[in-house]
């Protein structure tokens, strides 16, 4: 397996919460407003990469701790510079979960829909074949301390056995060919039904 090198500078010590500076601490406020919206988000986040730069952030977000690499992660992006992002479909899939099963994330990511629904106190299986991903999804677990929660998996949701996985950045990924720049990587992949069977899942309330 290759080596990302576009995230070699992606810090990988114990999660701490970042120290932004006023102006910074001032564009949160303004995005969680509801401010970060059409050419006011472009403006919003020029003036975050020219007075807060773009190194990863530790940061809380509806009560959940997540390191946000937004330079080459779109959900990343959309958490940080989004008046909370999803938070509908977050609470639509909650209301579907707490009372029992388990909410099943395919593509997890880095993990913005498993922390949430798991600090809430849901049952979670993450499946996420990108290795590089993988990596940042279970810091995110550990920094919320819910690895009793979540389930991860590092692998993509198809017939089993190895697949290629086309990608541009760590936002999104297909096992269909990419037309035009990107990457691609070898990644396993299993049936939703054996991943379950895996770990004696007989109740799904959510994906």
Known sequence: MRENNSI??????????TKLPFL???LLKLIRA???????????????????????VDITVRGA??????RDNTPARQVLFSSYYDTKELDLLYQASHSGGIFVDIGANI????????????DVIAIEPNP???DRLLLNVDANSISSKVIVEQLCVAEPGVHALSFTGYGAGSLIALHGPGEEIQVKGDTLLSILIKHDISMVSSL
């Open 24 to 26: 910074c601490r001032l």
């Open 34 to 56: 509801g401010l970060s919206r059409g050419k006011v988000k472009k403006v919003l986040h020029r003036l975050w990469l020219l007075n807060c730069g773009d190194k990863p």
């Open 8 to 17: 070699d500078s992606f810090r990988r010590d114990q999660w701490s919460e």
């Open 132 to 134: 590089a991903v993988v």
């Open 65 to 70: 701790r997540y390191r946000l690499d937004f």
């Open 111 to 122: 993990g913005y829909y498993t922390i949430d629904m798991a600090v809430r106190g849901v």
